[in-house]
């Protein structure tokens, strides 16, 4: 096992990516692998994405559905990115399925605890770790018709904060990057839904939510994985338990 050296050089650092199939996953297997990282990622279904990582980056996938008891067929990573999530209810509380919040809650942050669970007891040993935990701007926002998705991510906040204090003496960073919209297949599936159900075009959805943002855009898959490149490298390294913005000025 290895770690970025001081110029930045990662060959044989590995990485595991959740959710490593979507446009956000896709962007940081290409990121890490283009830096010299050994790059693993979780999938459930998109074998042709999956495949095309595989060839393209030398990357090892694993389909691994997270709704359902799993075990990694090894937990020795240096670098855990926990990118899957899934959001499944646009019902105000009173209305909420608890399926769909036990589920949920499962995929948004029991995974990721199990995850960090795991990778801990060996970057423990080795004297150094990175953990970056994807949330959202509703990790730090309240929002309507969003409680499973609001709480799960706010969860996850206080994770991330939780294990930045308890292993920071171990060499070990745990950081959170809290995206607004992302450019994405998911966020064309999400425009699609609403505006089938409002009676708008795709397009003015997504203009619409891009007029929230200051910047007037949405953010890129790129952006978010530049963004988790730079807490896993050593000019990152007395970064710990923050909770970053990539919203174009949404939250200020």
């Known amino acids: 096992m290895a770690h970025p050296s001081p110029d930045g050089a990662s060959s044989g650092v590995r990485v595991l990516i959740t959710g490593g199939t979507g446009s956000l996953g896709e962007a940081m297997v290409a990121a890490f692998a283009k830096a010299g990282y050994q790059v693993f990622f979780q999938y459930n279904q998109n074998e042709p994405v ?16 997270l709704a359902s008891q799993f075990a990694l067929p090894s937990d020795d990573f240096d670098v855990l990115i926990n990118n899957a999530g899934i959001n499944e209810s646009e019902e105000l509380t009173d209305r909420v399925d608890p399926m769909i919040w036990e589920k949920m809650l499962r995929v948004n942050l029991t995974v990721p605890f199990l995850l960090i669970r795991a990778v801990l007891p060996g970057m423990i040993h080795r004297g150094w770790g990175r953990i970056v935990n994807i949330g959202s701007i509703y990790s730090l926002r309240a929002a309507t018709h969003r409680a499973p998705y609001v709480a799960t991510k706010h969860g ?16 070990i960073t745990c950081n959170e990057i809290c995206p607004s919209a992302v450019e994405s297949r998911m966020m064309n599936r999400i425009a699609g839904d609403k505006a089938q159900r409002q009676g708008n075009t795709i397009t003015e959805i997504l203009d619409g939510y891009r007029a929230l943002i200051p910047a007037k855009r949405m ?13 896993c490298s050593p000019a990152a390294g007395f970064i710990n338990g923050a909770s970053v913005p990539v919203d174009g000025g949404l939250l200020t």
Request: charged residues 20%; proline residues 2%; positive net charge.
């Open 50 to 65: 999956a495949q095309r990582l595989r060839s393209t980056y030398s990357a090892t996938g694993l389909r691994i559905d």
């Open 219 to 231: 953010a890129t898959p790129e952006e978010v994985a530049s963004t988790s490149l730079h807490l």
């Open 156 to 171: 996850l906040s206080g994770l991330t904060k939780t294990v930045a204090r308890e292993y920071a003496a171990h060499g």
